[in-house]
């Protein structure tokens, strides 16, 4: 069968009957038709998440299409979304390496696979070596954890068997659609039972001013909670999430909603960022998670947190940072603008700079360091120290305007406050504006239209434009009916992949000292670029900051809002766009 490019939605009642839309489009696909029945009418399978593989095409992406099977609402209907697998979606994959990973997920050891499908072992070894190379994992749980994530495992199963292969979503249903017993697919030394849920906890901001952010944080580790789930859990566990709402600019409220999950029975911690940054603040908010060895994944760019964990391991050591700390953005404004100036895309009108940074010297983005750097480039520098989470804007921008700088950076983490600042500010002109953070949250640009065009912004934990970013992306919109930020949304989605790629590399998740062994030992590589946290201090390294390769350290990317799409300009090899000037005055 040729089978074209398919999109289709299908809704399903209990009984198995089906309304597609476009009519026709399921013509010439009777097996597939046969499993959207079968889960249908089977109220044991839940979401469910495939790429299905027309038995005979040909190819690596011929008849290849991906399959989100939803909920079973209280009617009993379900809507089953079904949409032709491009290059993006497969994660690169060939129809082969896709039917070895989805036996990889199964439990089955190459030479089985090989039985399974009629190959040499060594065949299979050189597609398990393939495949890995392609999801940039190092290892086949990491796979599996990935594929199972991402919803590359395959239907119908390859090779037929079920005999033996773990009860993932898409091996229950595929048995319910041959009429097998649900067990039939669990061999007999794996009984299904009731088992405790893998739960994590997760802190997140009740301020108002991050209401947008908290948002994009709880919708993406639900994502990825809710793709795990439909792809049979972690090692038969499911995984649930237990949500506490805190001041993050209260060091009690964060401790008491750490202390308050602690009491929950959690088994790990989804933390956010928080303003309360001294070490002694950030020791006092892990002490409750730090005291039982409960591991913390948080993505506060602290070089406080990386200190607490640095000076004290033994009582810290299961605290770890998913970004880089806030003083590199100073460091990264500096080689954005050597880089535009370099390569002849901007030429600054002076050489005079100016830095809108935070009087907090725990939130201190522009060190000593980098103004020295800044002197040595030639650059005339001024630093203004203002209170960015009670900011006098217009002082500001007078500010501006008797400097009159070739370029501004702005260190204001606050998307509200960002926004309140580009609307005061006069435009047109060809001030280069460099933001940091704050316009990855969704609607801070696009709120300002035009007028926020040619604003360039920094994110040391930002979505790459890559198979697995625009994937993530678009599994957002389809689940929330809103585009993914680009930033929270992805670090805490990939949170929950870090942690389920050290709960199935553990022979007991719910044992903290060996998962936090895991974290340490894995390099897991999410939506937002790889993390391996096993430096004395645990915090994911930068690229290129703190790491010469771009596959042992997230990159620090630097983005500018282009006709109201924020596109990549920085670094190479992640950019996706040249830097357009900002308009003349």
């Not at 989605?493 to 903290?512: C, H, I, K, N």
């Amino acid at each position: 069968m040729d089978a074209g490019p398919l999109a289709a939605t299908v809704e399903t009642d209990r009984d198995g009957r089906m309304t597609v839309r476009p009519a026709g489009a399921l013509a010439g696909l009777p097996r597939l038709a046969d499993h959207l029945r079968a889960a249908a009418t089977t109220p044991a399978i839940g979401e469910v998440r495939f790429v299905w593989l027309e038995p005979g095409a040909a190819g690596a992406r011929r008849g290849a299409s991906t399959v989100a099977i939803g909920p079973s609402r209280a009617d009993g209907r379900r809507t089953v979304h079904i949409d032709g697998a491009g290059p993006d979606t497969l994660a690169g994959l060939n129809r082969r390496e896709l039917q070895v990973l989805t036996l990889i997920a199964a439990g089955l050891s190459n030479p089985e696979i090989a039985e399974r499908l009629v190959v040499g072992r060594r065949t299979v070894a050189t597609h398990v070596e393939h495949l890995l190379a392609k999801l940039e994992v190092s290892g086949r749980s990491a796979a599996a954890a990935l594929g199972q994530e991402l919803g590359l495992l395959t239907l119908p199963i390859p090779g037929g068997d079920l005999s033996g292969c773990a009860p993932l979503g898409p091996v229950r249903l595929e048995a319910a659609a041959r009429g097998l017993p649900l067990r039939s697919a669990t061999p007999p030394h794996r009984p299904v039972r009731r088992v405790r849920p893998l739960r994590i906890g997760a802190v997140l901001p009740v301020n108002a001013d991050c209401a947008d952010d908290a948002r994009q944080m709880r919708r993406g580790s639900q994502l990825a909670v809710a793709g795990l789930n439909a792809a049979g859990g972690v090692r038969g566990r499911p995984v649930e999430e237990v949500a506490v709402l805190a001041d993050i600019t209260s060091t009690a409220s964060m401790q008491q909603a750490m202390e308050r999950l602690m009491g929950e029975d959690v088994d790990a911690v989804s933390f956010p960022y928080t303003y309360r940054r001294s070490p002694a603040d950030l020791a006092a908010i892990f002490a409750a998670a730090a005291d039982t060895g409960c591991p913390v994944l948080h993505h506060s760019t602290s070089a406080s947190a990386a200190q607490v964990v640095r000076d004290d391991p033994g009582r810290f050591g299961s605290v770890f940072q998913l970004s880089g700390p806030q003083t590199i953005y100073g460091h990264g404004f500096l080689r954005t603008l050597d880089l535009l100036s370099g390569t002849g895309r901007w030429h600054p009108r002076s050489r005079r700079l100016l830095v809108v940074d935070n009087a907090d010297a725990d939130l201190l983005t522009f060190p000593e360091k980098a103004a020295e750097a800044a002197l040595r480039g030639g650059w005339d520098l001024t630093v203004e120290a203002i209170d960015t989470m009670r900011p006098d804007w217009p002082t500001v921008v007078a500010r501006i305007a008797a400097v009159d700088p070739a370029a501004v950076m702005l260190a204001c983490f606050s998307g509200p406050e960002t926004s309140a600042f580009l609307r005061l500010l006069p435009r047109p002109h060809d001030l280069l504006v460099y933001a940091l953070y704050a316009p990855s949250i969704g609607g801070v640009c696009e709120s300002l239209g035009a007028a926020a065009d040619g604003v360039v912004w920094a994110t040391v934990t930002g979505q790459y434009d890559d198979h697995l970013g625009r994937r993530f992306a678009h599994r957002f919109a389809r689940a929330f009916g809103e585009r993914a930020g680009h930033s929270s949304a992805g670090v805490h989605f990939d949170a929950v992949g870090l942690l389920a790629q050290a709960w199935t590399q553990s022979e007991s998740p719910g044992r903290f000292s060996e998962v936090v062994g895991r974290l340490r030992t894995l390099t897991h590589r999410g939506v937002n670029g790889p993390y391996q946290l096993g430096s004395t201090d645990q915090t994911n390294r930068v690229y290129p900051d703190s790491a010469v390769d771009p596959s042992l350290g997230a990159a620090h990317l630097v983005f500018q809002v282009q006709h109201g799409q924020h596109r990549i300009i920085a670094p190479s090899p992640y950019a996706t766009a040249r830097f357009q000037p900002p308009p003349s005055g």
